[in-house]
């Protein structure tokens, strides 16, 4: 099911301001930025590999990031893993009884990500990634 952490996720609301720090003082290579129109995010991918962080910028202020940065403000949004198979994976979550916030869906870098509901797993928003052709 799942094979390693992926990434973290940080919720900010200029990821121009954060990225020094990241970026110039942690020294993690800046990898790219992507919009991610269904999701309502410019996401900004500091690091390789396992362990990456993106730093999440809403494009839009009623999107998912946008209404936990005026929630909660800045900080740690989600915990990402990655999975061999998506639908595998969530058939087997939700049959033990946890649920999925917004079903399947594209995400960034072309890979296909769901979410499980915080609720259900201590109040930790869970990513779920599959990557074609990526070992978890």
């Known amino acids: ?13 200029s990821a121009s301001q954060r990225l020094p720090f990241y970026r110039d003082l942690l020294g993690l290579p800046l990898a790219k930025t992507e919009e991610v129109p269904g999701e309502q995010v410019r996401v900004t991918i500091l690091g390789e590999g396992a362990g990456r962080v993106e730093l ?15 929630e909660r403000g800045e900080g ?13 994976t969530c058939e087997l979550l939700k ?4 649920r999925l916030a917004g079903g399947i ?28 052709g990526m070992r978890p």
Do not use: N, Q, W
């Open 1 to 13: 099911m799942t094979g390693r952490l992926d990434h973290v996720g940080v919720a900010v609301r």
């Open 76 to 88: 740690i949004h989600h915990l990402c893993f990655l999975v061999d198979s998506l639908e595998a």
């Open 56 to 70: 999440l910028e809403p494009t839009a202020e009623d999107s998912p990031v946008g209404r936990f940065l005026r």
């Open 95 to 98: 049959a033990a009884g946890y």
């Open 105 to 132: 869906r594209s995400g960034s870098e072309g890979t296909l990500i769901a979410f499980l509901h915080p609720k259900d797993v201590g109040g930790v928003l869970i990513e779920l990634r599959e990557v074609k």
